[in-house]
């Protein structure tokens, strides 16, 4: 691990001011993937600025019905909050599906939405990674690509985005809020907020330098029942092959949002409206411009199936 300074801070605006002053700052909070990072030597932070003590770590009613959760809520506080399991399921379902216990008393929501990709050549120093080293090519692209992505990629890179947490927030429509260095806010819809490879996959979402995610809310219920199946290799403590969020109600109707096949969560709201047509349908407008290798095509049709099993599931 590279050696780093470290301080922590007071206030939301002071800690975003702290990594813009500092060319390779960052935040850490429950530190579960950044830590990591930084012992492989992925990361190499210079400074690291410390949000725990920011009090951003509540659960909150909005004046429109819906929910605020903190950035330093974690993971584990938010499934089992009584709110989110009455009326947001799909999110408390979706992060029982991710990672232990123990990390989820540790991962924070807004360290969840930030945790970068687990492609296997991303964690390989010695091969060429366009997000760890931009312009060094995508050793992806050509190698081993069965739990890489099918839909969304581009020629640089075909990594996906790993979160289970993120997909839920997708399908709910979530927005994401900020603070920057001058104490300047704003509001970031989840479906924005994440960002495609094209050229530049080292950029993975639309934060500015020294920009703080301090919560996420939620809109008011959206009512329906809620489901998350996860597909993977072993029956936990792995990465989605593919996962799906949904909301579905009594007369078919729905939304739905994809994970494990893309660098972003996945949802394309013009399938939303195939919902009482079937699966096949859905499926063949979200993945209509899907570019899978050959060892991972095989998820366009995961995918199809699964969220026919989650209608059915519905119609039991």
Not at 13 to 21: D, F, N, P
Not at 99 to 115: E, F, I, V, Y
Not at 130 to 159: E, H, M, W, Y
Request: glycine share 10%; aromatic share 6%.
């Amino acid at each position: 691990m590279k050696a780093f300074t470290y301080e922590r801070a007071k206030t939301p605006a002071a800690a975003a001011a702290a990594v813009a002053g500092h060319k390779g700052g960052k935040f850490i909070a429950g530190g579960t993937n950044l830590l990591d990072l930084m012992k492989l030597e992925i990361e190499t932070p210079t400074h690291l600025v410390d949000v725990q003590d920011l009090g951003l770590d509540k659960i909150e009613e909005t004046a429109e019905g819906g929910l605020r959760i903190g950035t330093l809520v974690s993971n584990t506080a938010l499934a089992a909050d009584a709110r989110v399991r009455r009326d947001y399921g799909v999110l408390t379902r979706a992060i029982v599906a991710g990672a232990s216990g123990q990390l989820r008393n540790k991962a924070t929501t807004g360290g969840n939405l930030l945790q970068r990709t687990r492609c296997p050549y991303f964690y390989d120093t010695n091969q060429a990674c366009n997000k760890r080293k931009p312009g060094s090519g995508c050793a992806a692209i050509g190698g081993f690509s069965r739990q890489l992505g099918v839909i969304g990629t581009s020629d640089a890179c075909i990594a996906t985005h790993p979160s289970d947490m993120a997909i839920a927030l997708r399908v709910l429509d979530a927005a994401v809020e900020t603070v920057d260095a001058s104490g300047a806010t704003r509001s970031v819809p989840i479906g924005e907020f994440h960002r495609l490879p094209g050229d530049t996959p080292h950029v993975e979402n639309v934060l500015q330098r020294g920009e703080l995610i301090t919560s996420v809310t939620l809109p008011k219920p959206l009512g329906g029942r809620h489901f998350y199946h996860k597909v993977r290799d072993r029956a936990s403590y792995a990465f989605a092959l593919v996962s799906v969020a949904a909301v579905l109600n009594e007369d078919g109707s729905g939304r739905v949002a994809f994970g494990g096949v893309a660098p972003k969560p996945w949802r394309v709201e013009a399938a939303d409206a195939k919902m009482r047509s079937g699966a096949s349908a859905v499926a063949r407008t979200a993945f209509a411009d899907a570019r899978p290798t050959h060892e991972n095509a095989f998820k366009v049709t995961l995918a199809e199936r699964t969220l026919a099993a989650v209608m059915q599931e519905n119609r039991a």
